[in-house]
């Protein structure tokens, strides 16, 4: 069984910085696109990034370059989300998500992805 948990999240200052973990277990993700996703108060689920199985390459939403950097140590089977330059528009509930690698698989659509963890909450104040 598929299973993420994440960790990293707590309260920062603005200017501050987090590194989310999303630690997978129950499959090899290797052969997963695994993606960030949050969730603010009242608004819908929104992608901040993707990164593909090997070769790797990683993208962003629009909105997200710059200050979200993801990777991921398949080794350790964990996902990782660095967020430099913390706002307060930054907070929100984090998620990670693995989808299986396919051809044509739309890394930032939150249809492709089948596995989410339960989350972990970024709270910026000023």
């Known amino acids: 069984q598929v299973q993420l948990r994440e960790s990293g999240g707590g309260s920062v200052t603005a200017g501050g910085s987090l590194t989310l973990s999303c630690a997978a277990s129950?499959?090899?993700?290797?052969?997963?696109?695994m993606a960030w996703f949050r969730q603010a108060p009242g608004r819908e689920r929104e992608a901040v990034a993707s990164?593909?199985?090997?070769?790797?390459?990683?993208i962003y939403a629009d909105s997200m370059k710059g200050r979200f950097t993801i990777s991921r140590d398949n080794a350790k089977n964990t996902l990782y989300l660095q967020i430099n330059g913390l706002a307060m528009v930054d907070t929100a509930m984090y998620y990670c998500?693995?989808?299986?690698?396919?051809?044509?698989?739309?890394?930032?659509?939150?249809?492709?992805?089948?596995?989410w963890g339960q989350g972990t909450q970024v709270t910026v104040s000023s």
């Open positions: 990164i593909s199985p090997s070769p790797v390459t990683t």
């Open positions: 998500a693995a989808g299986r690698y396919r051809w044509d698989f739309r890394p930032l659509d939150i249809k492709e992805y089948t596995a």
């Open positions: 129950g499959y090899t993700t290797s052969n997963y696109y």
